[in-house]
């Protein structure tokens, strides 16, 4: 196929390290991917992330940096039959050439136990140097023999500055990308092709290549990408959203106030109103284990590990099958129980620690590892409140100055009204 007809996100593939973006914690200098490239000490590996964010791309570089044959294999279009052709020829490579053959396999998940078996005796030999990309979790997807002969190398999604340092390069690029189409593009424009990609490069790099070809050209001869065009070009049309404005504060109060007000209709409408309107995900995420902590608490304690469960699945997973993952954590965080009282006491504690400064620990808690120490007191009276019944004693734990302060207050609601329970039990005369 002449090169100049592929898709702009083929023509755009990096084609040395230092063209990759995002992936740094792999890439970057001394890390052990780059140090394996560099040395030519290679090793199989499955790489997990979501789309578009280069997973093949750093397949088709350890390729071409290790001078090896590379063979493409689909789990999707290929099977056993396919897989013992590719093995053939890398045998007949190895025996002339004394190389292994690089097979990268895409969606390896989709491969059944019977199919990923067949890789184990080729890897075991060092025949092929198996590189697997999944979207999927690999320690239920890829089977333990597998695994242990490969190492599992995450890959990020990929951020909005890692995204327009993608665009602007294919924007100016005059051999493989667009920069022969005298192109400007306006940063409202450009934010919203980033963020309705979602993280994924190659979507990204269509959506520019179709809203290029699609803007008409001015009388200057040169064709201007702002948001009705990209709209247009994209057959979507964009939600008034700035991220960095004011309506970017008023969707996420509003989807706060909603979830805090216990309203799981009202906060599914805000969530998919910011979604929609290409608000980062993870953004919300990080609100969301905010709103399970601030105004849930200890009231349903998996409040925030279901918030934090949802964050992890768009990180892994992606759109548009984690979207749901918001959708269910933002219900559930709506219809828990409901307390502020550690958002009440975080404030209470940080206000007293900066009305009484450094208050010293007083000399029964504090750790004794030399003699010296231990003549000066330290650790002397301390009660080891595993010798009593039911581990409780009486003991003081806070500096004498504040002494007998209460930062914390369990309210009646939820597993906070267990919490009293405990803290009231606690003080019941007659303990040690």
């Known amino acids: 196929m002449d090169f100049k007809i592929s898709p702009l996100a083929t023509r755009m593939r990096p084609e040395r390290i230092e063209e990759m973006v995002g992936q740094d914690h792999i890439l970057g200098p001394s890390k052990v991917l780059r140090r394996s490239l560099e040395t ?7 790489f997990w992330g979501p789309p578009g964010s280069g997973k093949t791309t750093i397949a088709k570089l350890i390729a071409k940096y290790s001078n090896c044959p590379f063979e493409s294999f689909s789990a999707v279009l290929s099977g056993v039959r396919e897989l013992r052709e590719v093995i053939a020829s890398a045998k007949k490579t190895y025996k002339y050439e004394l190389k292994p053959t690089i097979l990268f396999v895409d969606e390896i998940h989709r491969f059944n136990k019977a199919q990923q078996d067949a890789f184990l005796p080729h890897v075991e030999t060092g025949l092929i140097i198996l590189i697997g990309a999944t979207t999927q979790n690999p320690s239920f997807e890829v089977i ?80 201007i990408l702002d948001m009705a065009t990209v709209a247009l070009a994209l057959n979507k049309k964009p939600l008034i959203y700035d991220k960095n404005g004011e309506e970017h504060y008023n969707l996420i109060s509003a989807l ?5 007000g216990s309203d799981p209709q009202a906060s599914i409408y805000w969530l998919y109103r910011m979604l929609e309107a290409g608000e980062d995900p993870l953004f919300i995420g990080r609100r969301l284990i905010r709103f399970a902590s601030e105004d849930i608490g200890l ?22 099958e984690a979207e749901l993952s918001l959708a269910q954590a933002v219900v559930y965080l709506a219809t828990a129980p409901k307390s502020n009282s550690l958002y009440v006491a975080e404030k209470s504690v940080k206000k007293q620690i900066g009305e009484s400064g450094p208050q010293p620990v007083p000399l029964h808690l504090r750790n004794a590892p030399t003699r010296l120490m231990r003549e000066m007191g330290y650790g002397k009276g301390y009660i080891y409140p595993h010798d009593y019944p039911d581990s409780r004693t009486r003991q003081e734990y806070l500096p004498e100055k504040i002494r007998g302060r209460i930062f914390y207050r369990p309210s009646d609601r939820g597993f906070e009204k267990e919490i009293k329970k405990r803290m009231i039990e606690k003080k019941k005369p007659g303990d040690s």
Not at 190 to 208: E, K, M
Not at 299 to 320: D, F, S
């Open 299 to 320: 009231a349903n304690p998996k409040a925030l590990e279901i918030a934090l469960t949802a964050y992890q699945a768009w990180e892994k997973v992606g759109p548009p």
């Open 40 to 46: 030519g000490n290679l090793f199989s590996i499955i």
């Open 144 to 223: 333990p023999p597998l695994l242990s002969r490969t190492r599992v190398m995450t890959i990020k999604p990929l951020g909005g500055k890692d995204m327009a340092i993608i665009l602007n390069r294919a924007l100016k690029d005059k051999n493989r990308g667009l920069g022969d189409l005298n192109i400007e593009i306006k940063e409202d424009a450009l934010q919203y092709i980033i963020n309705v990609s979602h993280g994924d490069a190659r979507t990204a790099l269509n959506n520019l290549e179709s809203a290029s070809y699609f803007a008409q050209p001015d009388r200057n001869n040169k064709k």
């Open 256 to 260: 706060h106030k909603s979830m805090r």
